[in-house]
T-cell receptor
Framework: NAGVTQTPKFRILKIGQSMTLQCTQD?????MYWYRQDPGMGLKLIYY???????DKGEVPNGYNVSRSTTEDFPLRLELAAPSQTSVYFC?????????FGQGTRLTVV | GENVEQHPSTLSVQEGDSAVIKCTYS??????FPWYKQELGKRPQLIID?????GEKKDQRIAVTLNKTAKHFSLHITETQPEDSAVYFC??????????????FGTGTQLKVEL
């Protein structure tokens, strides 16, 4: 029972580099989310999707992009990495109420 | 949009004592209020939730209360144990259509249960 799977678990990026954080879920959930978690700041919503082909901005979308070509996958793209994007990123999915989280990606931008 | 405030940010209790964490929300249209527990280095996991048509819900040592009029809800943990030590997050979901089922989270409470 895989649930929500994120890759990679850890990554160090140099300023200005790009990368994609992968997220896939096998629960056939329509709703998917990307959050970032900074110390003492809780979880802030970056982008979300209500189904394949539909995405929308959350609270902190600047510097990120997403796509949702299938129900299962919801990758998060960082185009020009900045130190302010150093954080732990969580992907999540839900059917109705409970949100299921992936194991997180710890990203450091230096 | 929704704004959720959570207090306290840290809470230290003796083993066996009770712990209470409080949250307030701003959007009167919110109708679902979950609580997540996050152990160090792990993902957040749901421990209990409550819908707006219920005032209280209990699951063994954990209970949640909701006051819709005052727009606040609380997590109560009784007979605390060392394994309850973690960060706890409250959240709220708006009932507005087109809202994407989004959760807005509080800033978290670091609970430490001391022996």
């Amino acid at each position: 029972n895989a649930g929500v799977t994120q890759t990679p678990k850890f990554r160090i990026l140099k300023i200005g580099q790009s990368m994609t954080l992968q997220c896939t879920q096998d629960m056939n959930h329509n709703y998917m989310y990307w959050y970032r978690q900074d110390p003492g700041m809780g979880l802030k919503l970056i982008y979300y999707s209500v189904g394949a082909g539909i995405t929308d901005k959350g609270e902190v979308p600047n510097g990120y992009n997403v796509s949702r070509s299938t129900t299962e996958d919801f990758p998060l793209r960082l185009e020009l990495a900045a130190p302010s994007q150093t954080s732990v990123y969580f992907c999540a999915s839900s059917y109705d109420t409970e949100a299921f989280f992936g194991q997180g990606t710890r990203l450091t931008v230096v | 949009g929704e704004n959720v405030e959570q207090h306290p940010s840290t809470l230290s209790v003796q083993e066996g004592d009770s712990a209470v964490i409080k949250c307030t929300y701003s959007d009167s249209a919110s109708n679902y209020f979950p609580w997540y527990k996050q152990e160090l280095g792990k993902r957040p996991q749901l421990i209990i939730d409550i819908r707006s048509n219920v005032g209280e819900k209990k699951d063994q040592r954990i209970a949640v209360t909701l006051n819709k009029t005052a727009k606040h809800f609380s997590l109560h943990i009784t007979e605390t144990q060392p394994e309850d030590s973690a960060v706890y997050f409250c959240a709220a979901r708006s009932a507005l259509t087109g809202g994407g089922n989004k959760l807005t989270f509080g800033t978290g409470t670091q609970l430490k249960v001391e022996l």
